[in-house]
């Protein structure tokens, strides 16, 4: 795995971001899944946003009855938890799946 992080601290809209990038070489392994798990100090209740289309926000919640896939959302283009201070929002480049399994992370 190489993975690559950037660190940017700009002014306007654009402020503070982080942009991780992940080369993986899969082709000397069969049916494995690669997950990236992002932990934060952010309360955010058990609770994380994906968006639908584009356009729409939906909230979604870990459910313990369910199993573990039970639990993974369509993330189109982005996700997010939030407190009332602080939101770590996770933009992607390809639609993926996303989990948020304990509070504080998005994975």
């Known amino acids: 795995v190489q993975q ?3 660190l940017y601290n700009v002014p306007g809209t654009e402020g503070l971001s982080l942009d991780i990038s992940s080369v993986v070489d899969i082709r000397d392994h069969v049916n494995k899944e690669i997950a990236m798990r992002l932990t934060t100090d952010i309360e955010s ?3 994380f946003f994906t968006d639908l289309n584009g356009f729409q926000i939906q909230p ?3 459910f313990k009855k369910l199993p573990l896939q039970a639990n993974f959302y369509p ?3 982005m996700a997010y938890i939030q407190d ?3 939101r770590l929002t996770l933009h ?3 639609a ?5 399994l304990s509070n504080g992370q998005l994975e």
């Open 4 to 6: 690559v992080m950037r």
């Open 45 to 47: 209740r058990e609770t």
């Open 60 to 62: 979604r919640r870990y």
């Open 75 to 77: 993330m189109p283009v």
């Open 84 to 86: 009332e201070k602080y």
């Open 92 to 94: 992607t480049a390809q």
């Open 96 to 100: 993926l799946g996303v989990s948020s």
